[in-house]
């Protein structure tokens, strides 16, 4: 079964890094995932797909501070020079034959 | 510039039905698989249901299989979602969600309705 693991909370100061983790169930190592943001009062948005071997595309207008990387089953979403908009939930989304997937979401909060 | 706008939504009380719909603009709606994504109040995102571009193939995640029906206008460029018997724990904002090319992830999503089910 196609389980994705996310730390329900993160934080973070302004102006710095924060990396967020996506981890695959066994037997899923090898699937890509995408990245979503969830800000507060908003409809979510399409950050990016993230492959297994790293690669990944960016949805439109989604800044450099956004990227992606992988390691194993667990994919990761770094956002850098961190702004007061970056404080939202993130999922991570993967997919299987007929089903979609979400991780149960990071809240990130910056200080 | 894509658009996906649902509408909709509402109080129903509980074994009660509503219907939803997704107007799409901005891109070729008939190529595109469309879903249904929620999320309950305090909750996180659940996927509920896609549909392929043509109509022809569906798929519902357990806890609406059965009640819930997801369709398509091509000619409209509208998706919908029937609720039928409808449950309190299918209060949630329900967004609307354009697939990519190969149907995998999520690369739109409109701003939500929400869906009340209360007495």
């Known amino acids: 079964q196609l389980v994705l693991t996310q730390s329900p909370s993160a934080s973070a100061s302004l102006g710095a890094s924060v990396k967020l983790t996506c981890t695959l169930s066994s037997g899923h190592s090898n699937y890509a995932i995408a990245w979503h943001q969830l800000q507060p009062e908003k409809g979510p948005r399409y950050l990016m797909m993230l492959s297994s071997d790293g690669s990944h595309s960016k949805g439109d207008g989604i800044p450099d501070r956004f990227s992606g990387a992988t390691s194993g089953a667990e994919r990761y979403l770094t956002i850098s020079s961190l702004q007061s908009e970056d404080e939202a939930d993130y999922y991570c989304q993967a997919w299987d034959t007929g089903i979609r997937v979400f991780g149960g979401g990071t809240k990130l909060t910056v200080l | 510039e894509v658009q996906l706008v649902e509408s909709g939504g509402g109080l129903v009380q509980p074994g009660g039905s509503l219907r939803l719909s997704c107007v799409a603009s901005?891109?070729?709606?008939?190529?595109?698989?469309m879903s249904w994504v929620r999320q309950a109040p305090g909750k996180g995102l659940e996927w509920v249901s896609t549909l392929s571009n043509d109509g022809g193939d569906t798929y519902y995640a357990d806890s609406v299989k059965g009640r819930f029906t997801i369709s398509r206008d091509n000619s409209k460029n509208t998706l919908y979602l029937q609720m039928n018997s409808l449950r309190a724990e299918d209060t949630a904002v329900y967004y609307c969600?354009?697939?990519?090319?190969?149907?995998?992830?999520?690369?739109?999503w409109g701003q939500g309705t929400l869906v009340t089910v209360s007495s």
């Open positions: 969600a354009k697939d990519d090319g190969s149907g995998s992830f999520f690369t739109n």
């Open positions: 901005g891109f070729t709606f008939s190529t595109y698989a």
